[in-house]
């Protein structure tokens, strides 16, 4: 497939792949009505972030360590900032750059987290015309990397995600809250309030009724 | 989401508010200091003469912290904003909704559901707690009346036909106001509304707390990414905040008239804290209008049951659900505006 370029005008925040995996309203609520609101897991995530962001250069073992590198894929449409990307990780080939994601929580039954990683790979090898074979995400609670290969399905999840949210996001509409079992850790649900969309009768009955109370 | 709704509210004149890491520090004219954490504030009140530093307003523009600048009498001078926050798709559907009567008219009507419906709520309110101090004949009267409003609401067709049942039911609640003036004697008769300038200690109250009220409602409109000057009910007029107007329908009868109902009725406030000009003008004494300012704060933190949510919430944040309520409206989540019906 010879996808079109996206100009840089038209990328979206890498994070939005998640968001979207999440809940696509949710993503529409980030990214198109531009609300946010934090609590204890996205602060939580934000220090460890900070930590990780802080663009220093750290050394061990031969590896150089690039901490809070941006990265963009004009053919997937997406921008943001890699934690971590080591070099010289890969033995013989110094080049080759290996993303590593800093999660806090533990692994998710879901692969929101290695679509996440997988982008960022994606944009490496776009940007610095390499292969990318794999990358790790290190959990917080369990303070261990999870090696993530970067496989076909993987970088074709990433790339049908991209499309979708492209399109989600182009198309300006905020979709109706989903399923309400994710709702429940939502940093968003006082923004979203879901319970009051999918109310029975909705707000015509609601008003209604006050009018006639006699 | 703000959960504080604590506004900070500065009366001293010649005081200097200032940035201090995350504090606000307020400085006096005698050098007394005091410090309030930004997090816990959603809007800064200054009266006259009070000054602010360029890095503090930049501050709390970045936290959403609303500042405004009001004469020492409470008249609005100007407010400073940050970048203009939200969605610009929100904006644009709010103007076109703006711009289309039937559309504005939906709206309407369920603004004045909100207004009618409260403002009957707070009358039968008065008819149970006081049949003995007021004449319950009148009330009764006038709550047909009301009825008689919301029945037509639900009829009327167009902004003109809603704005004529709006016109009819104000009327005949403010007809019946003084009868819940239940202290004051003569000081503190109300014999209909009068704003420019409020000619009795009644208006004078109303309007410093319609004020008051106002400041807030805009604030969260435009927390939630509306614009405040573009109403559906209240026509376009340069320098007036329409959809403030909109929004604070609701909320006057049982949250603002209420209050100045209690502040005389408690006597909180008496005749002689104001000052009555030889133009017949009334104006509002320091002291008085601390007091004002206290009871104002204090009924914000008093915790309600939100009708349409069923959930609990302090009533000071209950202008930021409404407008994140009429957001998700105007963005076609909800299929309708539903408004506070106090219960």
């Known amino acids: 497939m010879d996808a079109a370029m996206y100009a840089e005008d038209e990328l979206l925040p890498i994070s939005a792949l998640q968001h979207y995996l999440y809940c696509p309203r949710q993503c529409a609520l980030i990214h198109l009505e531009r609300v946010w609101a934090e609590n204890r897991y996205t602060a939580e995530g934000r220090i460890l972030h900070a930590v990780a962001d802080s663009g220093r250069v750290r050394g061990r073992g031969g590896v150089r360590a690039r901490g809070g590198m941006p990265v963009r894929s004009l053919r997937l449409g997406l921008t943001g900032v890699a934690d971590v990307v080591e070099f010289g990780a890969v033995p013989g080939a110094p080049q080759v750059p290996y993303p590593v994601e800093y999660k806090r929580g533990r692994p998710k039954d879901q692969d929101w987290d290695r679509v996440q990683l997988c982008a960022q790979a994606l944009c490496l090898e776009e940007m610095l015309d390499v292969s990318v074979p794999e990358g790790a995400l290190f959990y917080g609670q369990r303070k261990r990397r999870e090696v993530v290969i970067f496989d076909d399905a993987l970088r074709a999840k990433t790339t049908e995600t991209a499309a979708r949210v492209h399109a989600l996001l182009g198309d300006g509409a905020t979709p109706a809250p989903g399923s309400a079992g994710r709702c429940r850790n939502c940093s968003l649900r006082p923004l979203c309030r879901p319970e009051a969309i999918r109310r029975r009768g909705g707000v015509r009955h609601y008003v209604a009724e006050a009018l006639k109370d006699l | 989401m703000k959960t504080h709704c604590n506004t900070l509210y500065v009366t001293s004149q010649g005081a200097y508010l200032s940035k201090d890491g995350e504090c606000v520090l307020v400085r006096l004219e005698d050098g007394t200091k005091a410090r309030f954490p930004v997090h816990t504030l959603d809007g800064v009140v200054c009266f006259g003469n009070v000054g602010v530093s360029p890095f503090l307003l930049g501050h709390l523009a970045e936290r959403d912290v609303a500042v405004s600048f009001l004469t020492a009498y409470g008249k609005f001078l100007a407010r400073s904003q940050g970048p203009v926050s939200g969605n610009v798709l929100l904006r644009r559907e709010q103007y076109r909704w703006a711009d289309d009567g039937e559309r504005s008219a939906l709206v309407a009507r369920c603004v004045l559901a909100g207004k009618i419906v409260n403002a009957r709520s707070v009358l039968r309110r008065a008819v149970r707690d006081h049949a003995d101090k007021l ?32 016109g009819e039911a104000a009327g005949v609640y403010f007809a019946v106001f003084d009868e819940m003036v239940l202290r004051g004697g003569e000081a503190f008769r109300f014999a209909g509304r009068n704003r420019r300038p409020p000619l009795d ?33 209240h026509r376009d007029r340069p320098g007036r905040p329409g959809l403030a107007l909109d929004l604070m329908e609701e909320f006057r009868s049982f949250f603002a008239d209420r209050l100045v109902l209690s502040l005389v009725n408690r006597e909180q406030v008496g005749p002689g804290g104001f000052t009555v000009t030889e133009s017949g003008a009334v104006l509002m004494d320091d002291g008085t209008r601390r007091t004002v300012l206290e009871a104002y704060q204090k009924r914000k933190r008093d915790v309600l049951t939100h009708p349409f949510l069923k959930e609990k919430m302090p009533l000071g944040l209950a202008f930021h659900t409404q407008a994140l309520l009429l957001a998700r409206h105007v963005r076609g989540d909800l299929d309708g505006y539903p408004p506070f019906f106090w219960q």
């Open chain 2, 135 to 166: 004449d319950a004949a009148r009330l009764g009267d006038a709550l047909a009346r009301l009825d008689d409003c919301a029945a037509r609401l639900e009829r009327a067709q167009g902004l003109e036909m809603l704005r004529g049942v709006e």
């Open chain 2, 201 to 233: 200690r009644i208006n004078c109250l109303l309007s410093f707390v319609y004020t008051l009220l106002a400041h807030d409602v805009r604030s969260a409109l435009e927390c939630v990414g509306l614009d405040p000057a573009v109403g559906f009910l």
